[in-house]
């Protein structure tokens, strides 16, 4: 049981860099602590560089790299941009041609209804219960209209009941008897 309490603290393997002079000179200096607790620090490394690495030809060649770095950027989100702009553009011509199907519908049913009402009075007219004569060529009189437009009177003949159900709109053309 007590074998499971302690702690194991793994230790790190020496590198195979590490050449045996190296590690006797770091376990002089270091007697105190053990070596593994020691954070090594390695020198700077100097890259070597090109000989012709200054001339004008690599520094066009990187402000070449430079801009079409720059333009691939631009072209990437001038890219994302349309491509958001095509979607919405879509979405709203599907919304605007649904609203049209809605109203061609809505259309076609007030048409529809306005054509069953004019059945309806055409056949409530030539029923007989209504007193209405069908018009007689030779009883027709035009007259102009006045300067001021006069009220429609309705005849005494059309019961209220009637005409209650079935307004008449106002038309501003010749009146005929």
Do not use: C
Not at 30 to 37: C, K
Not at 60 to 82: G, I, R
Not at 96 to 101: C, F, I, T, V
Not at 127 to 132: K, L, V
């Amino acid at each position: 049981m007590s074998a499971a309490l302690k702690s194991y603290v793994p230790r790190p393997l020496p590198s195979r860099r590490q050449t045996a002079t190296a590690r006797a000179t770091l376990r002089p200096r270091s007697a105190a602590l053990p070596v593994e607790s020691q954070p090594r620090v390695w020198p700077p490394v100097i890259l070597p560089t090109a000989p012709g690495l200054e001339s004008p030809v690599v520094r066009v060649l990187s402000q070449l790299h430079l801009v079409s770095s720059a333009l691939a950027v631009s072209l990437v989100a001038l890219t994302l941009l349309s491509y958001g702009a095509s979607v919405y553009v879509s979405r709203q011509l599907s919304q605007a041609s649904q609203q049209l199907n809605r109203l061609q519908r809505s259309e076609q049913q007030l048409t529809t209804a306005n054509e069953v009402l004019k059945n309806h009075l055409a056949q409530q007219v030539e029923s007989d219960a209504t007193g209405f004569q069908p018009p007689q060529p030779d009883s027709v009189i035009f007259l102009k209209p006045s300067a001021q437009t006069a009220a429609v009177v309705l005849p005494s003949q059309v019961s209220n009941r009637v005409m209650g159900r079935f307004a008449l709109p106002q038309v501003d053309v010749p009146l005929g008897y």
